[in-house]
C-alpha cells in the first residue's frame, strides 16, 4: 500500500511540475500571462469571466501596463476593469506584478 501511496504521489508530482513548466513557457507572451491570470484560479480575487478588451497602456519590453476589462466572475456579474503591472523576468516570462482598480489612470511625468 505504500508503494502504490508513493506511485501516486509522484505521478501528481511529476504532472504539477509539467503543468507549471508548460504554463511558465507560454507566459513568455504578454497577452497570454494577463489572459491566464485573470480567467484561473480558485481563489483569485481579481478573475474575470470574461475579458472583453485588454489594452496596452504601456510597454518598454521589460515592464508594461495594461488595461482590461471583463465580466466579474462572482454574482451579479458586473463590468469590471483592472490595470494591470507586469514585469517579464531574466528567462522573459512575464509576471504580474501589481493589479490596480480600474480607477488608477497613468500620469506623464516629465522628469
Known amino acids: 500500500m505504500k508503494k502504490f501511496i508513493s506511485i ?3 505521478i501528481i508530482v511529476t ?6 513548466i508548460y504554463i511558465s513557457n507560454k507566459c513568455t507572451d504578454i497577452d ?3 489572459t ?3 480567467t484561473t484560479g480558485i481563489f483569485n480575487k481579481y478573475k474575470v469571466y470574461d475579458m ?3 489594452t496596452t497602456s504601456f510597454s518598454n519590453g521589460t515592464v508594461a501596463f495594461i488595461k482590461i476589462e471583463g465580466i466579474s466572475s462572482e454574482s451579479p456579474h458586473r463590468k469590471v476593469g483592472y490595470t ?3 514585469e517579464k523576468n531574466n528567462r522573459g516570462v512575464w509576471k504580474v506584478k501589481k ?4 480607477q488608477v489612470t497613468l500620469q506623464q ?3
Open 99 to 102: 493589479v490596480y482598480p480600474a
Open 15 to 20: 504532472l504539477t511540475t509539467i503543468k507549471y
Open 32 to 34: 497570454y500571462a494577463v
Open 52 to 54: 472583453q478588451d485588454m
Open 8 to 10: 501516486v504521489i509522484l
Open 84 to 86: 494591470v503591472f507586469l
Open 109 to 111: 511625468t516629465n522628469f
Open 36 to 38: 491566464h491570470y485573470f
